[in-house]
């Protein structure tokens, strides 16, 4: 009898509204979204001389990420996006140390200004879905 309870399809419904209603959904996907278009960055820029720049032109999709899924996606967001720049785009790949110099600065600018642009540009009732 439970088992029926909890497949019918109200049950669902609830299930599901209370699990996208979850304030950590929006904060989670938005982390994706930046990992994604970290991970499309590094291909397109690996090997090219201006790969160096990648982070600090990648603080425009955290800020556009914080706004639309709040601070805590932009700040998830920045941090993953700066290990996968990190393991990914510069040498020496699949370390999270980074022999360059300027890569190195860069990123840490763009893990300052993207933490400090999520609690400042991030709305206040963050998330996608806004009530």
């Known amino acids: ?3 029926i309870h909890i497949i019918n399809r109200t049950g669902m419904k609830n299930v599901a509204g209370k699990l ?16 994604l278009a970290a991970i499309g960055a ?29 601070s805590r996606a932009g700040i998830l967001g920045t941090v993953v996006a700066a290990l996968i720049f990190a393991a990914f785009l510069f040498t020496p790949t699949r370390s999270v140390s980074i022999a ?20 400042l540009f991030a709305p206040p009732t963050s998330g996608f879905r806004r009530h």
Request: charge should be negative; hydrophobic fraction near 60%.
């Open 1 to 3: 009898m439970q088992l």
């Open 20 to 35: 996208c209603s979850a304030p950590l959904v929006d904060a989670a996907i938005g982390a994706t979204v930046c990992g």
């Open 42 to 70: 590094s291909a397109v820029a690996a090997g090219h001389s201006w790969q160096n720049l990648v982070p600090l032109v990648f603080v425009l999709v955290l800020l556009v990420i914080a706004g639309i899924f709040g």
């Open 100 to 119: 360059s110099e300027s890569a190195r600065s860069n990123l840490g600018w763009m893990l300052l200004i993207g933490i400090a642009f999520s609690f």
